[in-house]
């Protein structure tokens, strides 16, 4: 590829943004109407499990989980790209009140024509991430 695809810019962009906590620069990646479904299904962040759609439920999303974390690490070992969407493959590292937790995953991003994020769909396990709770060293 002579250019990078925009799902895999889209994808680092929001790492980037989520990590140093700039939320109004990680709201800017979104469509409108677009969903975050972060993990899918239903869980303590979307109980009925239809995911936060629209910038002011995206919004509310990052206050009740990224706003909240000391420190938020994406180790991706591999992306995929096909479509309009790119998926990676690895373990968002979270440290929360001196407590480091590693939720391994797949990690779909969707884009736009315009480059935009139209969905975020994280499949991960809590149940699995929180067996992995440690002290942060």
């Given at each position: 590829m002579?250019?990078?695809?925009p799902?895999?810019?889209?994808?680092?962009?929001?790492q980037?943004?989520?990590g140093a906590r700039?939320?109004?620069?990680?709201?800017?990646?979104f469509?409108?109407?677009?969903?975050?479904?972060?993990?899918v299904g239903?869980?303590?962040?979307?109980p009925?499990g239809?995911?936060h759609?629209?910038?002011?439920?995206?919004a509310?999303?990052?206050?009740m989980?990224i706003?909240?974390?000391e420190?938020?690490?994406?180790?991706?070992d591999?992306?995929?790209v096909?479509?309009?969407?790119?998926v990676n493959?690895?373990?968002i590292?979270?440290?929360?009140?001196?407590?480091v937790?590693?939720?391994?995953?797949?990690?779909?991003?969707r884009?736009?024509?315009d480059?935009?994020?139209?969905?975020?769909?994280?499949?991960?396990?809590?149940?699995?991430?929180?067996k992995?709770?440690?002290?942060v060293?």
């Open positions: 002579s250019e990078e695809h799902a895999r810019i889209a994808a680092r962009a929001s980037t943004a989520a700039r939320k109004d620069e990680w709201l800017a990646l469509a409108e109407d677009a969903c975050v479904e972060d993990p239903p869980s303590g962040f979307d009925e239809k995911g759609r629209g910038r002011d439920a995206i509310a999303f990052y206050d989980t706003a909240n974390t420190k938020l690490e994406f180790l991706v591999d992306v995929l096909c479509g309009d969407e790119c493959i690895g373990t590292r979270t440290t929360l009140a001196g407590t937790i590693d939720a391994e995953g797949v990690f779909v991003y884009v736009d024509g480059g935009k994020i139209l969905s975020l769909r994280a499949f991960w396990e809590v149940e699995r991430a929180m992995t709770a440690r002290p060293e």
